[in-house]
């Protein structure tokens, strides 16, 4: 009886790559950090935790860009980044008049209902303060006193 023999079977050669983009894969990538870990008071006296935010500098135009990165004590959101210049352009027409949160609902995609008071939240923080509390209501808001000068700080960080 003749001994079997087995024939090695080939793998098929892949010649075709991923058809993932960069940013699928690494939703950073083009995007040079200025706040990695940025952290904000959430809007509610009753929530417990933070919310975590990023600024980057998107490489392809030098734009500023934010986006919700995090929080403590649950609450669902988007990641998605948010031009700074749109929310800027946004809140201008603004001045003088308490807002709402609902008003980010026009610069955010993601459809959570936590976005827009997550972002309100971060934009009130130290480190971006574009607007601050109104005092007609804890969850209501208003343009900064400094609210020009601001932006310009903000804007300059592109630079």
């Keep these: 009886m003749k001994p079997k023999t087995t ?18 894969i690494n939703p950073d990538a083009g995007y040079t950090f200025l706040i990695d870990k940025g952290v904000a008071s959430k809007l509610s006296p009753k929530s417990a935790g933070a919310v975590f935010f990023q600024l980057a500098v998107k490489d392809e135009d030098n734009s500023l860009h ?21 929310i800027i352009e946004l809140l201008k027409p603004l ?4 807002f709402k949160s609902n008003v980010f609902k026009k610069v ?19 480190d971006i303060g574009l607007i601050q509390p109104s005092p007609e209501g804890t969850f209501l808001h208003q343009l900064a006193a400094d609210f020009d000068l601001k932006c310009k700080t903000l804007l300059a960080l592109a630079g």
């Design 7 to 24: 024939k090695a079977v080939k793998e098929p050669v892949v010649t075709e790559q991923a058809t993932e983009t960069t940013e699928a």
């Design 66 to 86: 934010l986006r919700i990165s995090g929080n403590e004590g649950g609450g669902l959101h988007s990641k998605e980044w948010v031009s700074v210049t749109t």
């Design 108 to 126: 955010m995609v993601g459809k959570s209902s936590n976005n827009v008071s997550f972002l309100s939240g971060i934009l009130r923080s130290a």
């Design 95 to 98: 001045k003088e008049q308490s």
